[in-house]
């Protein structure tokens, strides 16, 4: 298969002349700055912010790339990673005429940001462990396919997506491949950023706002090709990540240790929760995680949640969706909210 970027390309954006800012037209050094209508005095704050940010935020991808062992030119950063997705069908899909596939039960953002974007949608269901139905979506393909979104571990299933089907999706599939990578930090499987360079269609997502702990920051990562990367940086807004979570995330990054403990500590709960989950005789199954997250197909699951929710805490209802019938996926919180959680479920069975 050779890869053509720009079949792939929506005519307007291939068109497309970007946005030229201020910051983009003076990148020397300066000290008066009257080029951008900014405020010269400051902000009503203990810190300014009355300057416009860097459009591509050098600093912080030199310090990501790092961390992620992969070149900035090959990173975009967007307003979480909706953005991304968001822009991902304003590059490629035209309204009405293109269309994606998605492999339920899945992250649901793939579908709204389809639908605000008048986008049609294939489904083509996981199988029933969780996998690739590899024979299904070579059928659902058509000449008008251009998105694959595969999220792995997946989310709200949790379990990972053998690799070597997502390779055989790479290589014989000619649109792009859409990995979501949100939930790679907790998961015994590595990231596929060491194979970007062999698939020119391959766009990985990964988020600061699971095991980073960022999620009111909002920084979503896309890491591709620097030809997909050009195209994410003409259609993005001039100015997407903000000043606050540019400098607040830069000194987050300093934070590798903490952040690869509580890694352990969460992934050491999830292994206890799952323990004290199976000694239940209404627990049904657990689908084997490799995220922060159990999806457990129990008795009663709307019962539950029911008078979890009274007793204060909330974990999601999963029971109606397709291929999650019966089951809640319940996020892993620190050990003393884990234990709050089992004796509430083991409250709410003994009372039944
Ligand atoms: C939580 C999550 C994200 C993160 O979204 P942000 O917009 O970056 O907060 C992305 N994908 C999946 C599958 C998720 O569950």
Redesign the pocket.
């Known amino acids: 298969m050779s890869f053509n970027l720009n079949a792939l390309l929506r005519d307007n954006i291939k068109k497309l002349v970007p946005y030229s800012s201020a910051r983009d037209e003076f990148k020397g050094e300066a000290s008066v700055w009257l080029d951008a209508n900014e405020n010269a005095f400051g902000s009503p704050l203990s810190h300014d912010y009355n300057r416009y940010p860097d459009p591509l935020q050098h600093q912080l991808k030199h310090k990501l790339a790092s961390i992620k062992g992969v070149p900035a030119e090959n990173m975009f950063l967007g307003n979480?990673?909706?953005e991304a997705i968001d822009i991902l069908y304003r590059a490629f899909c035209t309204p009405q005429v293109d269309n994606v596939i998605l492999v339920p039960p899945?992250?649901g953002?793939y579908e709204v940001s389809a639908n605000i974007n008048d986008v049609a949608v294939k489904k083509v269901n996981l199988t029933a462990n969780y996998q690739l139905d590899l024979d299904g979506i070579a059928e659902a393909i058509d000449p008008f396919t251009k998105l694959i979104f595969i999220?792995s571990p997946n989310?709200p299933t949790g379990n990972s997506i053998h690799a070597q089907d997502i390779e055989t999706i790479l290589v014989n599939f000619p649109g792009i491949v859409v990995l979501?990578e949100?939930?790679i930090n907790y998961s015994k499987h590595k990231s596929f950023t060491k194979a970007l360079a062999e698939f020119p269609n391959l766009v990985i997502?990964q988020?600061?706002?699971?095991a980073w702990g960022l999620?009111a920051l909002?920084?979503?990562l896309a890491f591709a090709s620097t030809e997909i990367i050009e195209v994410f940086n003409k259609i993005k807004p001039p100015y997407n990540i903000n000043q606050a979570t540019q400098d607040l995330v830069l000194e987050a990054l300093d934070g590798v240790d903490i952040i690869n403990e509580w890694i352990k500590a969460t992934v050491a709960e999830r292994e206890v929760l799952v323990a004290e989950l199976a000694m239940l005789e209404q627990v049904e199954h657990i689908t084997p995680s490799d995220a922060n997250f159990v999806l457990v197909k129990l008795a009663n699951p709307k019962g539950l949640y029911d008078y979890l929710a009274g007793q204060g805490v909330v974990v999601r209802d999963r029971s109606k969706v397709t291929l999650c019938e019966g089951c809640l996926r319940i996020t892993v919180g620190t050990k003393t909210e884990n234990k709050h959680l089992i004796k509430s479920i083991k409250t709410f069975y003994s009372n039944l």
């Open positions: 979480g990673s909706d899945t992250y953002m999220c989310n979501d949100a939930y997502l988020t600061l706002s699971k999620a909002r920084l979503g």
